[in-house]
Each structure stands twice: as C-alpha cells, then as structure tokens.
C-alpha cells in the first residue's frame, strides 16, 4: 500500500472524531445536554420555561454545522429579561442508551432526520420552525417568550437575499409583499417582460443561485434595457403569492408578461442559462407595438373634515 493512500485511511477517523468534537458543549455553555437519565426531570424542572429541544447525533454533518449557533442562541437567551425564560437542550439520540427514551418513535416526538428540534411548552410540543442561525433562533424564540406569533413577527422584518446587497438591488428588485407583487407583476403600466425568481431566504442553493441571478439580470439588462425587468420574491416567508402563481419549490424563475404567467424555467443553471431562457422567450413573445395598460385611477380624494362644533357663548346666568 502506498503511504500516502495508508495515511490518508489512518487519518480518515480521526476527521470523523473532530467533527462530531463540534457537537461537544464546553463547560461554560449554556446548552443543557440532556440523556435518557434525566430527560424526564429536566422536563419537570423547566414545566414553566419554554423549551427549544434539540435531538441529533455527534456523527450528523447538519448537526456539527449547527452546534456553534445553538451555543450562541442559548448564550445569548440566557443574558435577556423577557416574560418567560427560554431554555435550549440538546439530546444525543444517536446513542444505544439514549435511544431507550424512543424519541423518534410516531407516537413521542416522530421525527426520522437529525437535526429534529421542537418546542416544548408546559407539556405540549410542535416542531420549531425557525432558522438555524444564531440571531434566527434568537428572534424566534423570543417572540414566543413574549407571546406573540413569530412568523408574524418576521414578516415585518421583510427578510430577502438581494435588499440587504446594494449590489444585488441594482439588478433585482425583491417584492417584500403581496401590495407590491400584483401592481408589479400582473398590473404594471410598463410594456416590459419580468424574470421573477422565488427563492427561500435559508435555502443553500438559493443563495449560491443569487449571485448567478444577479449577474443574468446586469447582462439582460444591458442587452434589453427596459423591456425585460427582474424580480425576486422570498416564497419562504411569501408562500401566498407562490401559492397563487402555481410555484411548488424553490429556486424557481417564471417569466411573466401582460400579466400572466408565459412559462417556467426548466434546467436551471448558472447566469448565462438564464440570460439564454429570457432571450428565447424575448424574441417569442415580447411586442414592441404592445399599449402598456392604463395606470390605475388615482385614489379618490379624503372626505372634507367634519365642521368644528358651534362656540359656546361667554356670560354669567
């Protein structure tokens, strides 16, 4: 066997070993990590606090990658006054003993996939549907501290990949509601074709797809100037407006025009596949002739103010 080949298998263990070290909480975490031993009476103590719990296994890449930022969240949670205090624990449902408690089993917490993390309250759980990263899982659970809705909540942030890059704007408008995707889309004065992506802001490919979007749309735009437009919309946290245009996944580029959705992108790769589809469907369907629709009716106008109630007369009875 040549060295290299022996080192390499002698080694291969050993870079298993310091991944599943990433799941390891330090001393001073805040993370408590619980087992079959203490499941139960860690769930008794804390019946009052809400509970964000993590099941994983050391040798789950997804769970490595997400143990910095649980430590992180469950730091952070730990240094704030809110209404109800909120704990995070991890479950090491990978090993033998572990698995006595049957947590993945349909009628405990059915789950299949690592990492499965829930939030327990007084009793009850649902599966937390937050983000992974630190501020994500901050801001989520925050929200349900203070009692309020956290998907709610995050739709008034207007989270999107192409607002927060100056750079991407410039190329990529990114519809933030339902008000701005139909005067855009389906009821635009301009005679003009729209690109419009639908992409979720936590999806790996979606964000390595940005920059490659972005680049499509500066080309397209030199090439077509202001007959072709692109847009964005997070159908994560817009799944309306996803819903409403037949869109079932994501990253997934339509193209639009005269108000109706033309077709859907099939095979999408990199920035010159885009810059290729737009073209075909420029060349097949855009009218230069085409009258832009009629700007809508200006709003009408406020209702003269109520007049002021009589004055009241000065004098002694």
């Known amino acids: 066997m040549q060295l290299g080949v022996f080192l390499a298998l002698l080694g291969a263990p050993l870079a298993v070993l ?17 087992d079959y031993d203490n499941f139960h009476r860690f769930l008794e103590t804390h019946h009052d606090d809400l509970i964000l719990m993590e099941f994983y296994a050391p040798w789950c890449g997804h769970c490595q990658q997400l143990a910095p930022n649980y430590r992180k969240a469950a730091a952070e949670l730990a ?11 991890k479950f090491d449902d990978g090993d033998e003993y572990n698995r006595r408690l049957r947590a993945g089993a349909p009628d405990v917490y059915n789950f299949t996939s690592y990492p499965s993390l829930f939030v327990l309250d007084e009793g009850e759980h649902e599966r937390y549907g937050g983000g992974r990263e630190a501020d994500e899982i901050v801001f989520h659970m925050t929200a349900l501290a203070k009692g309020l809705d ?11 990949l192409y607002k927060v890059n100056p750079e991407y704007d410039k190329f990529v408008r990114d519809l933030r509601d339902e008000e ?14 729209r690109v419009v992506e639908f992409y979720s802001d936590r999806c790996p490919f979606c964000k390595s797809l940005a920059k490659e979007y972005v680049e499509a749309c500066e080309t397209l735009k030199g090439k077509f100037g202001s007959e072709v437009e692109c847009h964005a919309v997070n159908s994560r946290v817009y799944h309306d407006i996803a819903e409403e245009w037949g869109i079932t996944g994501y990253p997934w580029v339509a193209f639009f025009y005269q108000g109706k959705k033309v077709e859907d992108m099939a095979g999408l790769g990199g920035a010159d596949s885009i810059v290729n589809w737009v073209s075909n469907m420029h060349a097949q369907h855009f009218d230069p002739n085409a009258a832009p629709s009629p700007p809508p009716p200006p709003p009408p106008p406020p209702p003269p103010p109520p007049p002021p109630p009589p004055a009241r007369a000065n004098g002694k009875n």
């Open 180 to 193: 701005e995707m139909s005067p855009i889309i389906a009821d635009s004065p301009n005679n003009a074709i």
């Open 79 to 89: 240094s704030l006054e809110l209404p109800r205090k909120v704990v995070l624990a």
């Open 150 to 160: 956290p998907y709610e909540e995050e739709l008034k942030t207007k989270p999107g």
């Open 18 to 34: 310091a991944g599943e070290e990433a799941t390891y909480e330090p001393s001073d975490s805040k993370v408590n990590v619980l």
